[in-house]
């Protein structure tokens, strides 16, 4: 099947594990209820078999849910050198591959309190958050499938001060040439995103990607 394809498929498997969980959420007697729950449970084991992913790790994130579900938000940010290099990390749980700093979006920060975080905890850079650069839905997008929904949010970033270090999760931190790139975390950032992103920074240009 072809890549476009299946992606198109495990999308609407993951939809239909949505309506699934607001079936069980909604419910109004027992016979609903245990049918939206087996319904999830086909529809999770189709997931595994599509994306290859464990049972295992399906079920970790599908858990039961209380509320109406929402996508993860991943926020990450752009920082450029006075060369206007990239500055990348290379995470232990991905060795090899690179992506700009960045990761899930913590309960009780706002956004771009997240991302400061983050670049300190991942580079030892003090950063100043400049603007919103773009919102992409990986769905949009040819990232690896994986179980969760997930919205990123980019920021550019200019430093203020601190000095690059590695840090307990991280391997490695670099600035690169934009047409010279490490291998790529796929599931973070994709080379067409860094693209994009590098010359919405650099071209100064004020509009905000979105999708």
């Not at 600035?175 to 994009?196: G, H, V, W």
Request: aromatic share 10%.
């Amino acid at each position: 099947m072809k890549n476009e394809k299946l992606n198109e498929l495990i999308n609407l498997v993951k939809r239909n594990i949505n309506l699934a969980d607001l079936g069980c959420l909604y419910a109004h007697n027992g016979y609903d209820d245990e049918r939206y729950h087996e319904l999830k449970e086909i529809n999770m084991k189709i997931l595994s078999l599509l994306s290859e992913n464990s049972m295992e790790d399906i079920c970790s994130f599908y858990l039961p849910i209380k509320e109406y579900p929402t996508p993860k938000v991943d926020i990450r940010g752009i920082l450029l050198d006075e060369n206007n290099k990239i500055l990348m990390v290379e995470e232990k749980l991905d060795p090899g591959k690179w992506s700009i700093p960045g990761g899930w979006a913590d309960i009780g920060f706002t956004p771009s309190e997240v991302i400061k975080k983050e670049m300190k905890e991942e580079t030892g850079l003090d950063v100043e958050v400049v603007r919103i650069l773009a919102v992409y839905d990986k769905k949009c997008h040819p990232h690896p499938q994986e179980a969760f929904y997930t919205y990123k949010i980019v920021f550019l970033c200019k430093k203020i001060g601190g000095e690059l270090k590695n840090t307990f999760d991280i391997d490695d931190v670099k600035f690169f040439d934009i047409e010279n790139l490490p291998p790529l975390s796929e599931a973070r950032i994709l080379k067409s995103q860094i693209k994009q992103l590098y010359y919405l920074a650099v071209d100064d240009i004020k509009d905000v990607y979105f999708d």
